[in-house]
């Protein structure tokens, strides 16, 4: 039985391209027979990255029979998981998100949690020269695909000087120019034209409890703010039935621009004011406010989110 390697629901560009990495290197290196999966649509940057690299995308699965061997990347949280994730037979993790807890193993697993920017960072760092000498220029493309996204170009404060060093790294053996590339990859990401209210309210959002109300916190990274922002009615008309068919009680929007590096946060309601002001200091009358050098969920949303 083959080894299933994902990341979390509403794949973006490390959770798709870090499975097709791990995947290679659990084959091709150690002789475990292991494919990449997805646990649901990649968005267009990841897409982008796939075509970019000639990378065959990997299958959507929706269920993952009990006793799969699985190893998962990119999240430690059983919500961005799939319900029976607990009744699989995981064999390792590899994350740079908070521990959450909930998962439970068979036995003893191979587990690296490390306050790197990125989840491929950590798997260039794992694989040592041997293996790093071996990988061929597709995965090489998909791991600094993978960094540039969740650095967005370095500009994230998450970004490290281990992420920096790595990508540059990369950049220089691929003969890519990293900001020629990046903007590529960031033009590829502002396009949300083809999707409706709902899966941009869903393409790049995690679940999370805060004081008692249970929230769908949806990020859009984009070179365009306005390009979403003129659909912010419409957006904001469709968060209480995704909050509903979701189980939450709000959907909060933050959309990152990321060359003026700030984001802007949608207010449809009284709640999500008050998460503005008690969470950001932010104050506004009116349906959105700025949050200047807002740029990371991970370190600057999810931990100062409170109401």
Known sequence: MSTLVFGHKSPDTDSTGSPIIW???LTEIEGVDAKPVLLGEPNTEAL???EHWGLAKPQIVTEIADGTPVVIVDTNNPA?????I?????????DHHKLVGGLETKGPIHMVIQPLACTATIMHKIMGDAARAKMPRDIKGAMLTCILSDTLEFRSPTTTPEDVAVAQALAADLGIDIAAYAAQM???KSDVSSFSEAELLRMDSK????GGKQFRVSVLETTSPKSVLDRKEALMAAMPG???EDGADQVLLFVVDILNEEATLLLPNDLTRDVAQKSF???SDGDTVVLPGVMSRKKQIIPNLSI
């Not at 679940?207 to 805060?210: D, F, G, P, S, W």
């Open 23 to 25: 995947a290679w290197y």
């Open 48 to 50: 982008f990255m796939l």
């Open 80 to 84: 961005e998981l799939p319900a029976n």
């Open 86 to 94: 607990n009744d699989t037979d995981i064999r390792a993790i590899i």
């Open 186 to 188: 960031f033009a590829a």
């Open 207 to 210: 679940e999370y409890a805060v």
């Open 242 to 244: 995704v909050a509903q």
């Open 281 to 283: 200091g932010a104050v």
